[in-house]
């Protein structure tokens, strides 16, 4: 990598990183991101799917790098990847290990839309079935109209399976999940349980704080066998380092600075699918890399430009 570019990258480094693996077709970028600047810092495509050797390997390097200018590691942000927990330990030792907020929050929210989707398999199941043609006695009309009832239900849970893991209500739409929720208490504990979730991320509380409320929370959930299973991911020790932020005010919650990257690398990579090999992904970055370092330089000319014409 070119040593102007670290000279600029790591100018104002934090001491935040954020690290994640872009898989692309056989080939797999890792990248070193500022969790802070978002300049990213280092990364290296790969031809095979990494293990923990070329993880470890990796954090070496930019160990290496860090070490030629005095700069140490205060925090390390990832997903919930088994591919980082041992090489951060082996090359950074005690240094906090955070997993992204998003990553735990995106896993809870699909097992509550699962359990919801569950109940509405349960509720179609319940539908009497019908003979061919209108009703003509008083039983087929009642079942008619029970099952016209299910299937309202059914549609109404589906159309507003969104309120069960949004993040916050307006009274309008706290109505609305009531009328859907009628005579299903478990789909209103669902809720309850997504808002003590969101609560656990509040930035006034602390890492203490937070844990204990994990620990009640998941005492709550195993008292309901009808929602215990599906919440199974409340019981991961990820969840645990996901509140790592909360004692540390300049360490972010998330690992967007490296995401929104890998995001618009797959981006650029839609219009040159047929010359992907490693060779061009390597250069593609770099290039971004380059456009980034250049980029104050670009919006002062762009400001000098725009105030002559003005003029």
């Excluded at 500022?34 to 990494?50: A, E, G, M, S, W």
């Excluded at 509550?112 to 509720?123: F, P, S, T």
């Excluded at 009531?178 to 602390?206: A, H, N, S």
């Excluded at 690398?265 to 290039?287: G, N, P, S």
Aim: glycine share 4%; net charge positive; hydrophobic share 40%.
């Amino acid at each position: 990598m070119d040593a102007g570019y670290l000279e600029w990258a790591l100018a104002d480094f934090s001491g935040y990183i954020a690290a994640d693996e872009l898989y692309d077709g056989p080939f797999c970028v890792l990248s070193i991101v500022d969790n802070r600047t978002f300049k990213r810092l280092l990364y290296q495509v790969l031809d095979q799917d990494p293990d923990h050797p070329d993880i470890t390997a990796f954090l070496r390097r930019f160990q290496t790098v860090l070490a030629q200018r005095g700069l140490t590691v205060k925090g390390v942000t990832t997903d919930a990847s088994s591919l980082y927990p041992k090489p951060l330990q082996a090359v950074f030792g005690d240094v906090p290990h955070q997993i992204c907020e998003f990553h735990i929050v995106k896993e809870l929210t699909k097992a509550i839309l699962r359990a919801v989707a569950k109940v509405r398999k349960k509720l179609a199941a319940r539908k009497p079935a019908l003979k061919r043609g209108r009703p003509s006695t008083a039983l087929a009309k009642q079942a008619a109209r029970q099952r016209q009832r299910l299937q309202q239900k059914i549609a109404a849970l589906f159309e507003h399976r969104y309120l069960f893991v949004q993040h916050d209500l307006t009274r309008a739409q706290r109505r609305t999940l009531w009328k859907v929720t009628r005579g299903l208490p478990q789909l209103r504990t669902l809720r309850d349980i997504m808002e003590e979730v969101y609560r656990l991320f509040d930035r006034r509380c602390r890492t203490d704080t937070a844990l204990a409320k994990l620990a009640k929370l998941r005492r709550r959930v195993l008292r309901f066998k009808a929602v215990g299973k599906v919440l199974s991911k409340l019981q991961s020790s990820n969840l645990e380092k996901a509140l790592t932020f909360l004692d540390d005010k300049l360490l972010p919650s998330t690992s967007n600075a490296v995401e929104r990257g890998n995001r618009r690398h797959r981006k650029m990579q839609k219009t040159v699918y047929r010359v992907r090999t490693q060779e061009h992904i390597h250069d593609r970055i770099a290039l971004d890399m380059l456009r980034d370092s250049q980029k104050d330089n670009m919006t002062k000319t762009i400001k000098v430009l725009h105030t002559a014409r003005a003029s």
